[in-house]
């Protein structure tokens, strides 16, 4: 079996994204066009938002955070 592809960065994704809009607000496209570049802008921006929670998440649980929520909330 071959090895996993690596994962692109949050970095690499939103530039991804960038372009999409970009191209997505310049000259007119067939309708066609249009709604890959929208399809993918939306499941790149979902991505984005994946990674961003994730990583929201590590610096809770490295600053203690959860911990307290979790005792207040019991």
Same mark, same amino acid.
């Given at each position: 079996?071959? $090895?996993?592809? +690596?994962? +692109?960065?949050?970095? =690499? %994704?939103f $530039?991804?994204?960038? #372009?999409?809009? $970009?191209?997505? =607000?310049?000259?007119?496209? +067939?309708? !066609? =066009?249009?709604?890959?570049?929208? =399809?993918?802008? #939306?499941?790149?921006?979902?991505?984005c938002? #994946?990674?961003?929670?994730? $990583?929201?998440?590590?610096?809770? #649980?490295?600053?203690g955070?959860?911990?307290?929520?979790? %005792?207040? !909330?019991?």
């Open positions: 079996m071959s $090895a996993p592809l +690596p994962q +692109p960065s949050y970095e =690499e %994704i $530039a991804e994204l960038e #372009q999409v809009v $970009a191209l997505l =607000e310049g000259e007119n496209r +067939p309708l !066609e =066009e249009t709604l890959r570049l929208y =399809e993918r802008g #939306q499941a790149l921006a979902a991505q938002a #994946q990674l961003l929670q994730h $990583a929201e998440l590590k610096v809770r #649980q490295l600053n955070d959860l911990e307290t929520d979790f %005792i207040a !909330e019991a």
